[in-house]
């Protein structure tokens, strides 16, 4: 059966930082690309970064650009996304994807889901 498994989601103040793990079992992640989407309320679930399978590359949308970073450990079977410069229109529940392709548009791309973690960004 196959899992991933979000965590490192809280609350945090504007400014701050938090670093998302998705933690995979019964499959291997080194096979998969890898997504990030996010769900604020009221609104659709969005793609914000995705990592590919074999040479690493990244992609990010322009909301968060040059303030998350998305990598992996494969030895570990983790994807890790590193928020920093926190604002509150980042406030969503965030959700890891494994699957064939690296986009952060089309999420029918995407196989398995994780069960998604809160991220709270408020003073």
């Known amino acids: 059966q196959v899992q991933l498994v979000e965590s490192g989601g809280g609350l945090v103040q504007p400014g701050g930082s938090l670093r998302l793990s998705c933690v995979a079992s019964?499959?291997?992640?080194?096979?998969?690309?890898i997504g990030w989407f996010r769900q604020a309320p009221g609104k659709e679930r969005e793609g914000i970064a995705a990592?590919?399978?074999?040479?690493?590359?990244?992609y990010y949308a322009d909301s968060v650009k040059g303030r998350f970073t998305c990598s992996r450990d494969d030895a570990k079977n983790t994807v890790y996304l590193t928020m920093n410069s926190l604002k509150p229109e980042d406030t969503a529940v965030y959700y890891c994807?494994?699957?064939?392709?690296?986009?952060?548009?089309?999420?029918?791309?995407?196989?398995?889901w994780g069960q998604g973690t809160q991220v709270t960004v408020s003073s």
């Open positions: 994807a494994a699957g064939a392709v690296p986009t952060i548009g089309d999420q029918g791309w995407y196989d398995y």
């Open positions: 019964g499959i291997s992640l080194d096979y998969y690309a």
């Open positions: 990592i590919s399978s074999r040479t690493d590359r990244t």
